[in-house]
C-alpha cells in the first residue's frame, strides 16, 4: 500500500520509495486543477517507485493517465526520475527552469567516458590523491544512472504565475543546490487557516531536518567560476521572506515555521565557513581541507563516492569565502592550495 496524504485545500501527497537510500521516499505532491492533477515532482525511476505512485494516485481517484501536467523542482532523479513515464501515460507537459533544462540535455549528449574524464582532472585538480583519481579512470565505458532523464518540454519562468486552471501558483528561483532549483509558492489562503502567507514547495532547498549538498555546479563545457553556496544563502533569504504558512517539503515532512529554519541553516552554514576558516590557518588543497572538516563520521569510514560530494562541499564553501575576501589562493601552488586571508 502506498503511502498517502491529505494536506487539504485540493493537495495530497505520495511517499514514492528511493531504493536503497537513506532519505526513503519523495513526497510527490499532487495539486487539483480544472484540467487534471498535476504533479510537483515524480520520484525515482524504478519499477517499484512507479508501482507506489500509480497506487497513491488511484487512492485519490485518479491514475496516472489522467495527470495534466508535471513540475519539476530539480533535475535530481529522485525528483525527476519518472517524468518520462507519467508523460507517456498521460501526455502531460513536463516543466523544469532553464538552468536545469540545460543539465538534462547535457546529460542526454554526454558520453560517460567524457563525465568521468572530468570528474578525473578535477579530483586532481583539488589534490585527490592517485588511489582515489585512478579508478575513475578506470570506469570508461562503464554506465551512469538516470542517463536518459526526460527532456522537460517546457519551461518554469521564476516570478511567473503558472498556467494552472483555478490555482495560483507562482514559481520562485532558489538556486544553490543545482542552478535551476525553483520553490513553487501557492498563493491561496492556508486550508486551516495557519497564518502566514499560502503554502510554499520547498523541493530539497527547505527541509525540516537535513541540509542539502551544496557544491559545484558541475559543467564540463562551461568554465564560469560560480559561488553556488552564495547563491544557496542568497536563496534561503529570498523563501525565508515569502513568510509561507506551510512549507510542504520534497523529503521527511510538512511543517510550519519557515523563517525559523531559514535562520538555522543560515547560521549553519555561517558557523561551518569559521571553522573552515580556522582550518585554513594553514594552506591546503580542497581535498586536504575535506578531509579535516566535520562529516557524519570520520574521513576513514567515508565510502569514495561520498568523498567526492564532500569535496565538492569543501570547494563551494572555498569558492563563497574567496569570493567574500576570506580566504585566498597560494600564487605558484599546484594543485592550488588556499589560505585564510590575514
Ligand atoms: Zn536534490
Ligand atoms: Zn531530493
Redo the contacts with the bound molecule.
Keep these: 500500500m502506498a503511502l498517502t496524504f491529505d494536506h487539504g485545500g485540493g493537495v495530497r501527497s505520495v511517499a514514492v520509495p528511493i531504493p536503497d537510500n537513506p532519505l526513503g521516499h519523495?513526497l510527490v505532491y499532487v495539486v487539483d486543477t480544472g484540467r487534471g492533477p498535476v504533479l510537483v515532482d515524480t520520484g525515482w525511476d524504478d519499477p517499484a517507485s512507479w508501482e507506489a505512485l500509480a497506487e497513491g494516485l488511484a487512492a485519490f481517484g485518479t491514475s496516472p493517465g489522467d495527470v495534466h501536467g508535471v513540475l519539476i523542482t530539480h533535475h535530481?532523479p529522485?525528483?525527476h526520475g519518472l517524468s518520462g513515464r507519467v508523460r507517456e501515460a498521460s501526455g502531460a507537459w513536463v516543466a523544469m527552469h532553464a538552468a536545469d533544462i540545460a543539465i538534462v540535455r547535457r546529460t542526454r549528449e554526454a558520453r560517460p567516458e567524457r563525465w568521468f574524464a572530468y570528474m578525473a582532472a578535477k579530483l586532481e585538480a583539488a589534490g585527490a590523491p592517485e588511489e582515489h583519481v585512478a579508478p575513475l579512470r578506470a570506469a570508461r565505458g562503464r554506465t551512469l544512472p538516470g542517463l536518459a532523464p526526460a527532456l522537460p518540454d517546457r519551461e518554469i519562468v521564476p516570478g511567473e504565475l503558472l498556467d494552472l486552471p483555478g490555482r495560483r501558483l507562482r514559481a520562485v528561483w532558489t538556486p544553490g543546490h543545482t542552478p535551476g532549483h525553483v520553490c513553487l509558492h501557492l498563493e491561496e489562503d492556508h486550508p486551516a487557516g495557519s497564518p502566514g502567507r499560502g503554502r510554499l514547495f520547498s523541493g530539497?532547498h527547505l527541509l525540516p531536518g537535513i541540509t542539502p549538498h551544496i557544491g559545484l555546479y558541475e559543467d564540463p563545457d562551461d568554465a564560469t567560476v560560480t559561488d553556488p553556496l552564495g547563491d544557496y544563502l542568497a536563496s534561503l533569504e529570498r523563501v525565508g521572506r515569502l513568510t509561507p504558512a506551510e512549507v510542504l517539503p520534497?523529503?521527511q515532512h510538512p511543517f510550519g515555521d519557515a523563517g525559523a529554519r531559514v535562520q538555522d541553516l543560515l547560521a549553519h552554514h555561517e558557523h561551518r565557513l569559521a571553522s573552515l576558516l580556522s582550518l585554513l590557518s594553514e594552506p591546503l588543497t580542497p581535498w586536504q581541507l575535506a578531509t579535516r572538516m566535520r562529516w557524519n563520521r570520520p574521513w576513514p569510514e567515508i565510502p569514495r563516492a561520498s568523498r567526492d560530494i564532500a569535496v565538492s562541499e569543501a570547494e563551494s564553501h572555498l569558492r563563497h569565502l574567496v569570493k567574500q575576501g576570506r580566504a585566498e589562493p597560494v600564487p605558484g601552488t599546484d594543485p592550488v592550495t588556499y589560505v585564510r586571508t590575514a
Design positions: 519523495t535530481h529522485d525528483h530539497d520534497a523529503h
